[in-house]
């Protein structure tokens, strides 16, 4: 049900343009964070306008989208953002991570490894990594370019002085091939060791903020961290209680009034597929049988 | 048993419907035209069409329908439809020497050639209910008419232009930077930053006015002039080689003049401070006058008090509504992989202070 009163995916041509323009520079900049002029989305700031803008300059008739948020393809901004372009693109859509041409992405990196071919589009909220330790955009710009990241080890170092390690739990800044030191969107850290050396394309789009940025295939990103304090990807310790896993990243469940909690993958078809392969977890029936 | 949360579709779909319905009210009630709200809350329109940057009160109206009422939702609307418009040209600068005024005031001279014109204003007004209003109906009689001024009414800062005692803005060629179309960088021209305030919000522009007038930034503005009006829209025609007006806008204008005793860089004179807006929009263009002259303080070599009305980058990067509002609003979207991992945080930092409370007490 294409809507055929607005261009292909929304945007006007001359807009993609200069969408892809940025694009292009940002891959040819890894981690460096461009600006780019970016238009009102018929959604909210906040609501994922860059990664829709950015989205919308990639997607090409032949593609094959999913869209997820906090890994999931079926709440309800991912269903929005998913009909969004089923209106005004016309694309085909999936959950099935291995299937998707472009996904978009809120807050989660696919547990299932992407592949050659595939991009990854993330949604940003704040693209620079030092905004909080420094306010102004004029000056963070300054740092940047004189590779200044002395305040970011700063904060580092206090976090392990006062809590004993580094207390960010996600939005966990890396540095990109040696240089840019980059916010990687709110994805939770677990997620952090998947940015590096992907064999797929990784888009960062920030709408409000008008920048977008780039991870181009294979490139290496070190979370940062120091020789005594090595990084650590870290996530609840359990196993999804719905099929099993133990190396997925949960969400945690309230379940009663007890309080009684479970987890479940937050990966929701990463869940789906292993249940359908049998896998049964703690309170999981194989899948078909509800859960 | 748990079962996961799903039918996120159908829950949109069914929200969606709910808000069409509470959109309409009581359907016993007649609903509202939006000619009506065109003609009769011509001020709320006149507030979308300058937040949302496009002079169309139609649109305005349906967006101010459609939004329920709520103002900053309507300039949403108008800003995403206006962003999917082609652009056809710049038109020419707009000569506001030359406005039809409907109001025309100043603060600084008792009188002025072409007079004080106080047109359709709340500001003499009593503020009492007037209950007849409530009750429906009932023509209102005829406002008394008089000729409008023959001769263009001067802009009353040129008065002072002439006696040497305000700073000059001499005119300019140079095309200003569009906003919507190139990302802003700051440092800001001058150009760029009145654009940025003229679609600002009114209600941040008018608190960051009045901490000026409260100390933070003081620069001691007076209304030299305030006009409302309409003002031709001309468009240069490649093909004609001429100008041609493709129709009428309603403007307000102000111009404050600001006491300034000189500095390093500058002599004793007034300074300027400017705002213009769409519509009859008179508390958004004073204050944005008073903002911009807070702006200046660089350029004229005043000092940096580090009032916030100085800071461009706080000023800019704050001042729209839509950018505002919708990251303010984002927090309330699902963020429970970010607080998953916040709280696994928290668990561990706990465990170990308790652990070292634990080993301190034995």
């Not at chain 1, 998913?82 to 992405?105: C, S």
């Not at chain 1, 392990?160 to 990687?184: C, F, K, L, N, Q």
């Not at chain 1, 920048?211 to 120091?226: G, K």
């Not at chain 2, 005043?302 to 800071?311: K, L, N, S, Y």
Request: with cysteine; net charge negative; hydrophobic share 40%.
């Amino acid at each position: 049900m294409t809507d055929h009163s607005y261009n292909f995916a929304y945007l006007d041509e001359q807009t993609k343009r200069m969408i892809r323009r940025a694009i292009l520079k940002a891959v040819a900049v890894p981690g460096y964070q461009v600006p780019f002029a970016s238009r009102e989305m018929p959604m909210p700031y906040g609501w994922g306008t860059g990664g829709v803008q950015v989205t919308a300059a990639c997607l090409v008739p032949e593609d094959v989208l999913k869209v997820i948020d906090q890994g999931a393809d079926d709440t309800t901004n991912a269903v929005s953002i998913r009909k969004f372009f089923q209106r005004t693109a016309g694309v085909a859509t999936t959950v099935a991570t291995a299937e998707a041409t472009v996904i978009q992405t809120r807050h989660r990196i696919p547990e299932q490894p992407l592949t050659a071919g595939q991009i990854l589009v993330y949604q940003v909220p704040i693209p620079e990594p030092l905004r909080f330790l420094e306010p102004r955009e004029t000056e963070t710009r300054k740092m940047h370019a004189l590779e200044e990241y002395g305040l970011m080890h700063v904060k580092l170092y206090e976090d392990i002085a006062r809590h004993g390690s580094i207390a960010t739990a996600y939005a966990y800044p890396v540095r990109v091939e040696g240089r840019y030191v980059m916010d990687p969107s709110p994805i939770p850290k677990f997620d952090n060791p998947k940015l590096s050396d992907s064999p797929a394309l990784q888009l960062f789009g920030a709408g409000r903020e008008q920048r977008i940025y780039a991870l181009p295939p294979f490139t290496r990103v070190v979370s940062l961290d120091f020789e005594d304090h090595s990084f650590h990807a870290s996530k609840a310790p359990h196993d999804c209680d719905l099929c099993g896993a133990s190396e997925s990243y949960l969400d945690e469940v309230i379940t009663d009034d007890a309080g009684n909690r479970m987890f479940v993958c937050s990966d929701t078809d990463f869940c789906r597929t292993r249940r359908e392969a049998g896998h049964v977890g703690r309170l999981g029936k194989t899948a078909g049988g509800g859960a | 048993m748990y079962v996961a949360v799903k039918g996120g579709e159908r829950a949109i779909d069914n929200a969606h419907a709910f808000l069409a319905e509470e959109r309409r009210g009581d359907p016993a009630v007649a609903e509202l035209g939006t000619d009506q709200i065109r003609e009769q809350l011509r001020l709320a329109v006149n507030r979308v069409m300058a937040e949302g940057s496009l002079y169309d009160p139609d649109l305005a109206a349906l967006a101010i329908k459609q939004a329920r009422g709520d103002l900053i939702e309507a300039v949403f609307l108008i800003r995403a439809y206006r962003t999917t418009l082609p652009r056809f040209g710049a038109a020419r600068p707009v000569a506001t020497g030359t406005m039809a005024c409907t109001r025309r005031i100043s603060a600084t001279f008792k009188d002025a050639p072409g007079g004080q014109i106080l047109g359709p204003t709340f500001d003499y007004t009593h503020r009492l209910l007037d209950f007849k209003l409530a009750a429906e109906g009932g023509a209102v009689p005829d406002a008394p008419m008089q000729p409008a001024p023959s001769a263009s009414l001067p802009h009353i800062t040129t008065f002072l232009n002439r006696d040497g005692l305000i700073e000059t803005a001499p005119p300019t060629d140079d095309t200003p930077p569009d906003l919507t179309r190139e990302p802003m960088e700051l440092p800001a021209s001058r150009a760029l930053r009145l654009q940025a305030l003229s679609r600002g919000d009114e209600g941040f522009l008018l608190s960051l006015a009045y901490s000026t007038q409260r100390g933070y930034g003081r620069t001691h503005a007076f209304v030299g002039e305030l006009r409302i009006g309409t003002v031709a829209v001309e468009l240069d025609i490649p093909e004609l080689g001429f100008a041609v007006e493709i129709g009428e806008v309603e403007l307000t204008e102000c111009e404050t003049v600001n006491q300034f005793k000189g500095s390093k860089t500058e002599p004793p004179q007034f300074t300027r401070g400017y705002g213009l807006t769409f519509g009859q929009t008179e508390r958004k263009a004073i204050a944005m006058s008073l903002v911009d002259r807070a702006l200046r303080w660089q350029e004229l070599g005043e000092d940096h008090t580090g009032a916030p009305a100085q800071d461009e980058e706080f000023v800019l990067m704050h001042a729209d509504n839509v950018q505002a509002t919708g990251f303010l609003e984002h927090i309330k979207l699902p963020h429970y992989v970010d607080f998953q991992s916040e709280l696994e945080l928290i668990r561990k930092l706990r465990a170990e202070v308790m652990a070292a409370q634990a080993e301190a007490a034995e």
